[in-house]
């Protein structure tokens, strides 16, 4: 089974641009998650999708969104870049979707975005 | 809400010596309690999850980790390493129904 797929890898753009980054879950996963890594705080939570619907929110500005599609391939939108917007996004996939139950999560390779 | 501390950002070793990679959180409900590992340039790997039932738990690559309740530590060990572990391992916890949320990351370094 193919694993968790994130395109691009590595994008380049400047500051104030606007950049779409995209993640196909593993076949049959229906939650996908969002990650921001950077070196100075770490993995930080963005978004969980389920079903197309936005399930959690983490504490990013609203500059920063997502969406899921019916085929639970799942995308993110980085408007008016800044330079502390380069980071490695990483996407993760859920089999589960019961709010009750744990969801182990599979991570993808993640997109390296640089700001100039 | 959860919090998770690693207590180390950085851990040297020598290759056949035992590790502990330590980790407490916070959380004023039941968790899930994980840890991942992150090669250079790829995406977390699961080592091992703690759910419910025996606090010992064991994962790949010959990792193990303890759930100690009244200290709210989840330390990850390993009683011999190899060059190949050197990475970075990050400690996560989860609530029902709310997101993941990793630690800062502990660098460990395998030297011979």
């Known amino acids: 089974k193919a694993g968790v797929t994130q395109t691009p890898r590595y994008l380049i753009k400047t500051r104030g641009q606007q950049v779409t980054l995209s993640c196909s879950p593993i076949?049959?996963?229906?939650?996908v998650s969002w990650y921001q890594q950077t070196p100075g705080q770490g993995l930080q939570f963005l978004f969980e999708?389920?079903?197309?619907?936005?399930?959690n929110k983490g504490n990013f500005p609203g500059r920063f969104s997502g969406r899921q599609f019916s085929n639970s391939r799942s995308e993110m939108n980085v408007s008016t870049l800044e330079l502390g917007d380069s980071a490695l996004y990483l996407c993760?996939?859920?089999?589960?979707?019961?709010?009750?139950?744990?969801?182990?999560?599979?991570f993808g390779p993640g997109t390296r975005l640089t700001v100039l | 809400a959860q919090s998770v501390t690693q207590l180390d950002s950085q851990v040297p070793v020598f290759e056949e010596a035992p590790v502990e990679l330590r980790c407490n959180y916070s959380s004023s409900v039941s968790v899930y309690l994980f840890w991942y590992v992150q090669y250079p340039n790829q995406g977390l790997q699961l080592l091992l999850k703690y759910l419910s039932g025996s606090t010992l738990v064991k994962g790949i690559n010959g990792f193990e980790a303890e759930f100690n309740k009244s200290q709210t530590s989840f330390h990850l060990r390993k009683p011999s390493v190899h060059i190949s572990d050197t990475a970075e391992y990050f400690c996560a916890v989860r609530a029902a129904g709310t997101a993941l949320i990793f630690g800062k990351g502990t660098t460990l370094s395998v030297s011979s």
């Open positions: 076949s049959g996963h229906r939650s």
């Open positions: 999708y389920f079903s197309e619907t936005q399930r």
């Open positions: 993760a996939s859920s089999p589960l979707g019961d709010r009750g139950t744990y969801n182990e999560q599979f």
